[in-house]
């Protein structure tokens, strides 16, 4: 779904490739880059978008599997189902959070 | 916000559209960090939201017609092509449903995100990036979901919902696709033989 708003605004769009793993240890590593990391670290955080109702997730999320990744505009969050939404500047630091309450 | 107030008299649909447009472009420059509070705003987006929603307001409302002087049929055409307008047999021109629900999905977007934004709560761990152990396998592993959310950063704010109501009837997800297609992903996992295929359903 992505792919085809991308190409369908931008046709000349080139997609950049993945930081080195150095790069991605660094503390100032993007989230767009990291955050597939922590997906795979724990897949059971699932990542909202816009289309993916990221914006309302009180009704996506559920008590059984209240945490949820948002990535709308560049904009990245974890969301629980309660409604709340939790904002750090590297998304390591919401992972460990999350851990943290989730205990898991 | 004085953008807004003015052209009050002169104004056309066309004019909070483009403004619009550049607020979903430019959004990332208008919203910043503070390393104490977390995200925080440029601006007071709630009177720029309700003032944009007025002017929508004021439009679906309204059906208009040129000047017979001014009606040299260029404008009409362009905007009814464009699916900005309706343009009925007499001429007269009234908000067409596309354009309306593409600046709705981007109004909606723009407001609950900063919403989100600025009401979200600030995590503070330190030394969270060598508390978070990273290995090459998560890298190589994850270079497909690397590739979607790239996308989904460099996208603008909006812009998926928007296209995903203007094109609702096309494919949205490739689970669609596969079966009809001779070599479909499913080859990966077969060593490159086509997947076994089931008989059509009756």
Redesign the interface.
């Known amino acids: 779904m992505p792919e085809q708003v991308v190409y369908f605004h931008w046709p000349s769009y080139k997609r950049l490739a993945q930081l080195s793993l150095d790069e991605l240890r660094a503390a100032d590593a993007p989230s767009a880059n990291v955050l597939p990391l922590l997906q795979q670290i724990d897949p059971g955080l699932p990542v909202l978008a816009e289309h993916t109702r990221a914006l309302c997730h009180a009704r996506v999320t559920t008590p059984a599997a209240p945490w949820a990744w948002m990535n709308v505009g560049g904009f990245f969050a974890l969301l629980h189902a309660d409604g709340s939404a939790f904002v750090a500047r590297d998304v390591r630091e919401l992972y460990l959070f999350y851990l943290a309450r989730c205990a898991c | 916000m004085a953008a807004c107030a003015c052209e009050r008299e002169t104004a056309s649909w066309c004019s909070p559209r483009p403004r619009w447009y550049f607020g979903q472009l430019e959004?990332?420059h208008l919203?910043v960090?503070n390393?104490a509070t977390?995200?925080a705003a440029y601006f007071d987006y709630c009177p720029f939201v309700l003032c944009v929603l007025k002017r929508m307001g004021y439009w679906i409302r309204r059906s208009w017609r040129p000047a017979a002087a001014e009606n040299n049929g260029t404008d009409a055409d362009a905007e009814a092509l464009h699916g900005t307008v309706t343009v009925d047999a007499a001429g007269w021109r009234t908000l067409a449903t596309p354009a309306l629900a593409a600046l709705l999905d981007a109004v909606?977007?723009f407001a609950?995100?900063t919403n989100?934004?600025l009401?979200?709560?600030?995590?503070?761990?330190p030394d969270?990036?060598t508390?978070?152990e990273?290995?090459?396998?998560?890298?190589e592993?994850?270079?497909d979901?690397?590739?979607?959310?790239?996308?989904?950063?460099?996208?603008?704010?909006?812009?998926?919902?928007q296209?995903?109501h203007r094109?609702q009837f096309?494919f949205?997800?490739i689970t669609q696709v596969r079966p009809y297609s001779p070599r479909s992903p499913l080859c990966c996992l077969t060593d490159g033989r086509p997947a076994p295929r089931r008989a059509p359903r009756s």
Do not use: C, Q
């Open positions: 959004y990332k919203i960090w390393a977390g995200w909606h977007t609950a995100l989100r934004l009401s979200a709560t600030l995590v503070v761990e969270a990036s508390r978070v990273l290995h090459a396998h998560h890298r592993a994850s270079l979901d690397y590739y979607v959310n790239a996308m989904l950063a460099d996208l603008p704010l909006g812009s998926i919902v296209y995903a094109f096309l949205h997800s």
